[in-house]
């Protein structure tokens, strides 16, 4: 399968596979306590934290059989990024995750790209896209039952600050498209 994900010009976002120079825009994102605190990562305290993890995590997806991810890019600078970032072969199932820097919340940017994404991974083969969320992230459950994901498990998540909380689990099949 090839692994390589083409450019797309999404209204006026632009997305296309993350790059190492991408790094200060990534850390400047990631960086932001807002941002971050529903993830399992971050904050970023170092820019050269933000070059790793693209270098070393995102650019060796390839060797997992998944896709670098996209930076969500506006203007010439990332805003963001998607990616699919895990594959259950039993299900023949691909989970989406996704950050977008808070100048951007509530502006339908990230619903135009999970929607892409969704179409992308249909059209890659897979039977089944997933999304998780914490629970008291009511940004990110609204913009996934938007989408038309329903509900399928809950578990505990360790969040970046090692607290954990509930997160579900939401679903979407090809056949509901």
């Given at each position: ?40 990562w ?8 933000a ?65 892409y ?7 890659m ?24 994901f ?15 909380c ?12």
């Amino acid at each position: 399968m090839d692994l390589t994900l083409k450019p797309k010009r999404i209204g006026n976002l632009y997305l296309r596979e993350i790059e190492v120079s991408d790094y200060l825009d990534y850390f400047e994102i990631g960086s932001d306590l807002e941002t971050v605190k529903y993830l399992n990562w971050g904050p970023f305290i170092k820019p050269i934290e933000a070059k790793y993890v693209i270098e070393e995590i995102f650019r060796k997806r390839w060797d997992d059989n998944l896709p670098y991810g996209y930076a969500i890019t506006l203007d010439d600078r990332m805003i963001g990024m998607i990616d699919f970032h895990s594959i259950n072969q039993k299900s023949n199932s691909i989970e989406i995750g996704y950050f977008l820097k808070r100048d951007y919340w509530g502006l339908g940017y990230m619903r135009k790209c999970a929607s892409y994404m969704v179409s992308l991974a249909f059209s890659m083969g897979y039977d089944k896209v997933v999304i998780g969320s914490v629970v008291d992230n009511l940004r990110s459950v609204r913009l996934i039952e938007s989408l038309g994901f329903k509900y399928e498990y809950q578990t505990l998540a360790q969040l970046n600050n090692n607290t954990y909380c509930i997160a579900n689990y939401y679903a979407k099949y090809k056949n509901e498209e």
